[in-house]
T-cell receptor, first 115, second 114 residues
């Protein structure tokens, strides 16, 4: 079945450590996204990529980094510079388009807890 | 920039009762509008979407939503709620030329009483 796979589902990190969240999709979608979800704040866009080897900052990119070396993969690194990294992270993908004609397909999320 | 407001943080309804979840958006032109549902600890699933045309949109699981330009609203409705509808619901807006980046509301948590 086609879909988006995020791993790990749960992750614990000590302060000062970098951690990388994996996101893989087999939907043949061009565009991929990372959102952060906090209680009562909805989803906020961290980074997005419309095509391989290209990505843009979203609304809350500080303390995060991404890469897009392959169409199916869009890993997110939460660096030690992120002051409040404990959150639920959601990866999504969509068919690329010049106008917004597509929906987002979401993975099941990764919950990061900083100890 | 566009924005989305979901004024109700929590809503409780009895099973079998009707449901309406409110969503208001702010954007200068016609937006693209979405409703997503999220079960605890899971990703989001699309319920329905509005791009153009008929302002009453039908979705999955018996949900529908109506786009009202004059009120800048896109409220989600269901005539009879089932216990399995208990979840968090998110309204989202996309804009022309914005790719597929969406701006989400803060969500409405739905509780269903048996």
């Amino acid at each position: 079945d086609g879909g988006i796979t995020q791993s790990p589902k749960y992750l614990f990190r000590k302060e000062g450590q970098n951690v990388t969240l994996s996101c893989e999709q087999n939907l043949n979608h061009d565009a991929m996204y990372w959102y952060r979800q906090d209680p009562g704040q909805g989803l906020r866009l961290i980074y997005y990529s419309q095509i391989v080897n290209d990505f843009q900052k979203g609304d809350i990119a500080e303390g995060y980094s991404v890469s897009r070396e392959k169409k199916e993969s869009f890993p997110l690194t939460v660096t030690s510079a992120q002051k409040n990294p404990t959150a639920f992270y959601l990866c999504a993908s969509s068919i690329r388009g010049g106008t917004n004609t597509g929906e987002l397909f979401f993975g099941e999320g990764s919950r990061l807890t900083v100890l | 920039a566009q924005s989305v407001t979901q004024p109700d943080i929590h809503i409780t309804v009895s099973e079998g009762a009707s449901l309406e979840l409110r969503c208001n958006y702010s954007y200068g032109a016609t937006p693209y509008l979405f409703w997503y549902v999220q079960s605890p600890g899971q990703g989001l699933q699309l319920l329905l979407k509005y791009f153009s045309g008929d302002t009453l949109v039908q979705g999955i699981k018996g949900f529908e939503a109506e786009f009202k330009r004059s009120q800048s609203s896109f409220n989600l409705r269901k005539p009879s709620v089932h216990w399995s509808d208990a979840a968090e619901y998110f309204c989202a807006v996309g804009v022309t030329g914005g790719g597929n980046k969406l701006t989400f509301g803060t969500g409405t948590q739905l509780k269903v009483e048996l």
